[in-house]
């Protein structure tokens, strides 16, 4: 079973497994997260920004999950860019501040589904992995309601105008 996601022209495709990204500095924490999960989700994993960003797109990225402390930028941060321009995919931060300052600025700036704290629990994850990827075929299956109900408003507008012109 495959659904179809279409956001505006974003095109993404929800598949029968989430597509998860996982971006962190430390590779052993990569290596850790894609041995640990690869049998229950579609893995993808990065280093850096960049390359994670890039992956979004190019692999139809369903959910993120990033480290918050990395070097080149704040995973707040690159959560906050990820939900600017695709704002479809879910997203969730892991930390090991215990600090409410990261937490509230991830709330607020890059819309987090869900925030992990350090040392993560992989039952946990798995968990929120499968909560974020009920609310990617939740928006899913509003966004292909909203596009039916478009098309049927465009039908009525058109049989409207043509009756008031015959």
């Known amino acids: 079973m495959t659904l179809h996601y279409s956001p505006g022209n974003n095109g993404q495709q929800i598949d029968e497994l989430p597509r998860v990204l996982y971006l962190d500095d430390d590779q052993a924490n990569l290596n850790s997260f894609m041995a640990n999960f690869r049998q229950q989700f579609e893995v993808f994993i990065a280093t850096n ?18 480290d918050h402390n990395m070097p080149s930028m704040s995973g707040v941060e690159f959560l906050e860019s990820v939900s600017r321009d695709y704002p479809f995919v879910q997203r969730i931060l892991l930390t090991g501040f215990t600090d409410l300052v990261p937490v509230v600025e991830a709330v607020n700036k890059g819309k987090v589904f869900r925030i992990l704290t350090k040392p993560f629990n992989m039952d946990e994850i798995a968990r929120m992995v499968n909560e974020a990827w009920e609310q990617c075929k939740e928006f899913a299956e509003k966004e292909k309601q909203i596009l ?15 009756r008031l012109l015959s």
């Open 148 to 162: 039916q109900l478009t098309r049927q408003n465009q039908q009525f507008e058109f049989i409207l105008r043509q």
């Open 49 to 66: 920004p960049v390359e994670a960003y890039n992956l979004i797109e190019a692999e139809r990225i369903n959910i993120v999950i990033t």
